[in-house]
């Protein structure tokens, strides 16, 4: 559930993100989505490294 979330937040970041990029390069659309998604995994992936620092600490 935590990491279907996660998926959906890095996404929309990455859209976002993507956006915003359209403003200042000229990507193609194909471009625009693997970056998105790049960004969404690496989001993704800082942010359980972080709540896997956060656990331990904790615990």
Same mark, same amino acid.
């Given at each position: 559930?935590?990491? +279907?979330? !996660? +998926?959906?937040?890095? #996404?929309? %970041?990455? %859209? +976002?993100? &993507?956006?915003?990029?359209?403003? #200042? =390069?000229?990507? =193609? #659309? #194909?471009?625009?989505?693997l970056i998105s998604? !790049?960004?969404? +995994?690496?989001?993704?992936?800082?942010?359980? !490294?972080?709540e896997l620092r956060? =656990?331990? &600490? &904790? &615990?």
């Amino acid at each position: 559930m935590k990491a +279907l979330r !996660l +998926l959906i937040l890095g #996404f929309v %970041i990455g %859209i +976002l993100v &993507s956006i915003v990029g359209k403003v #200042f =390069s000229d990507l =193609s #659309f #194909f471009q625009h989505i693997l970056i998105s998604v !790049l960004i969404g +995994l690496v989001v993704g992936t800082i942010y359980i !490294l972080i709540e896997l620092r956060v =656990s331990k &600490s &904790s &615990s």
